[in-house]
């Protein structure tokens, strides 16, 4: 019986544990057409994702309302990504000064506080999505909450969104040059998905070719 190749140290630890590389590996030794593919999908990523998509400013804020000029303004930072009973909840420090402007100062209230939103994982061919978003932390004041709930249950949920195939596809191409092998991703399809620890943990099913 032929053992199965080893895997070099430059591949082992990956962030994402992408358990396709030793399976292309084992491919590549012994001709064995193989389908099934596990990717772990980290809390930090998606807190990583969130941020370069909505926070990516110099001050690491979303304003919902106004901008850094603003004598009137709302904005939220300081993403913070947690896992509970089968969720990914989503919490953000909230500032903001509610009133007229008159001038340059903002005639009102100034309010600071936690919002959270949780929100369900759902998969479609390549992509992690998110879907049945609810708000479980607000501020207790109306109009304020009238400007926050669109934010937060749609723009956080959109912009959290994960193509698991193109994070497949950019650690086997930095792994390649390490490994010597050219390992390629033909085809992903996501066909299950659940939250196991601090990880969402999807199964799909997918092609590789290896030179």
């Known amino acids: 019986m032929r053992a199965p190749a080893q895997v070099p140290k430059s591949l082992r630890g990956p962030a994402l ?24 999908v980290s809390r930090e990523a998606f ?24 004598p009137c303004f709302t904005y939220a930072e ?10 990914i909840v989503v919490r953000t420090t909230t500032k903001a000064r509610i009133g007229k402007a008159v001038g340059n100062a903002c005639v009102g209230v100034t309010l600071s506080f936690a919002a959270e939103v949780s929100q369900a ?31 937060l249950l749609r723009t956080i949920p959109s912009n959290m969104k994960v193509n698991a195939a193109d994070l497949l596809r950019k650690a086997l191409a930095n792994s390649s040059a390490a490994s010597g092998y050219t390992i390629a991703l033909e085809r992903f399809k996501i066909q299950s998905f659940q939250i196991v620890g601090d990880s969402l943990v999807v199964d799909a099913d997918g092609d590789f070719s290896v030179k």
């Open 17 to 40: 544990r992408v358990r396709i590389l030793i399976v292309g590996l084992i491919v590549a030794a012994s001709a064995v057409p193989c389908h099934a593919v596990q990717l772990k």
């Open 47 to 70: 807190e990583r994702t969130l941020k370069q998509q909505l926070f990516s400013g110099p001050d690491g804020r979303y304003y919902v309302k106004g901008n850094a000029q603003s």
């Open 121 to 151: 994982p759902q998969a479609s061919d390549e992509t992690i999505g998110f879907g049945d978003a609810r708000v479980e932390t607000i501020a207790d004041h109306k109009e304020l909450n009238f400007i926050l709930a669109p934010f």
């Open 78 to 87: 300081n993403p913070k990504v947690t896992f509970v009973n089968g969720r």
